[in-house]
């Protein structure tokens, strides 16, 4: 898959905070992955200085006419009532014309009030969309013609995806990740970068948070594992998949784990991905089992026990969130 380019919009009175902390969340990802998922680039009207809200100036590499970004993310403005919606939308004429006659294959990311701009641009017509709720009655007036889902603080098309709140970043990001890499990366992003404290989880998993570690082989062996079904993970299946002997293989792990031997470290993670499953999905054990390519379910349920001291059932139950 090709690396996404996503522009970062700055505008007038824009409030940019939500950028950086994208940004810095597509970089984590492109971390947590180990490949370039996602480059971003700041743009604007024309390239230079902007000044965004609080008196805040950034720097516009690039302008909209000319990026060669596949989405672009708009963030809000700050409006404290409909009438000061009004006016807003009347300063950013310029902007609001640039994104109608942007290239439809180009992507628009917006939220908070960021979602006004789009709709105004016209590139929320007949699809569905949603967007902060006290702009809820003035955007149905304004916009008939889109499907207004207010019950969804995200709304995803292929290409649009507009969500609520300042924060709104947060959800679009998250479906982007789990959309172009998987849902266990943007999962490590949302325990170790965004929630105020870690979530539980068992403390055998604890050395497994791959974010805190910086040797590539061990990431590139958890990656591998992750992808691969449970009864394919033989030491020289790894090996061969990493360009290397088993035996060297054996001797990395262990220096890189605290001693784990290959075996033990791969059925940590694969461990793990089940764990998160069941955390984090509705499905039953029998349907992780075989979705992660484990040989049979009992198997999986006594190895499960025997490395968290839990059940499947009772680890769902003690650290679901």
Same mark, same amino acid.
């Given at each position: ?34 490949? @370039? ?14 000044? #965004? ?15 060669? #970004? ?23 004429? &310029? ?13 628009? =990311? ?27 009655? =003035? ?20 290409? !649009? ?20 890499? !998987? ?6 992003? !949302? ?17 497994? %948070? ?13 990656? $591998? ?12 299946? $790894? %090996?061969? &998949? ?8 054996? @001797? ?67 650290? @679901?969130?």
């Amino acid at each position: 898959m090709p690396i996404l380019r996503v522009g970062l919009l700055l505008y007038p009175g824009c409030m940019p905070a939500g950028l950086f902390s994208a940004a810095d969340l597509l970089q984590a990802a492109n971390l947590r992955s180990g490949k @370039r998922a996602f480059e971003t680039q700041w743009v604007g009207l024309q390239e230079g200085r902007v000044e #965004c809200a609080h008196g805040v100036w950034l720097e516009a590499r690039q302008s909209i006419a000319d990026t060669p #970004c596949s989405a672009l993310l708009v963030p809000g403005f700050w409006a404290a009532s409909i009438d000061h919606l009004r006016v807003q939308l009347k300063q950013q004429r &310029a902007l609001i014309d640039a994104l109608a006659s942007l290239d439809r294959s180009v992507a628009l =990311w917006s939220y908070c009030t960021g979602v006004a701009l789009t709709a105004q641009a016209g590139r929320l017509k007949d699809q569905p969309a949603t967007a902060t709720w006290w702009m809820a009655r =003035w955007l149905e007036e304004a916009h008939p013609n889109v499907d207004w889902q207010w019950q969804h603080a995200c709304v995803a098309q292929r290409r !649009n995806v507009t969500a609520s709140g300042v924060h709104g970043y947060l959800p679009i990001v998250c479906d982007r990740v789990e959309h172009r890499v !998987n849902a266990e990366v943007w999962r490590d992003l !949302n325990r170790l970068l965004v929630l105020p404290r870690p979530q539980r989880g068992a403390p055998v998993f604890q050395p497994l %948070a791959s974010m805190t570690t910086t040797d590539p082989l061990l990431q590139r062996l958890r990656l $591998l594992v992750e992808q691969l079904p449970a009864s394919q993970l033989t030491i020289e299946h $790894l %090996a061969a &998949a990493l360009a290397l002997s088993p035996r060297t293989l054996a @001797r990395k792990v262990q220096q890189g784990s605290g001693g784990h031997s290959v075996g033990t470290h791969v059925r940590l993670i694969k461990l793990h991905q089940a764990g998160e499953r069941l955390l984090h999905t509705p499905q039953s054990v029998g349907q992780v089992c075989s979705a992660l390519g484990f040989a049979d379910e009992s198997s999986f349920r006594r190895m499960f026990k025997r490395v968290t001291g839990n059940t499947p059932a009772e680890y769902r139950q003690m650290y @679901r969130s």
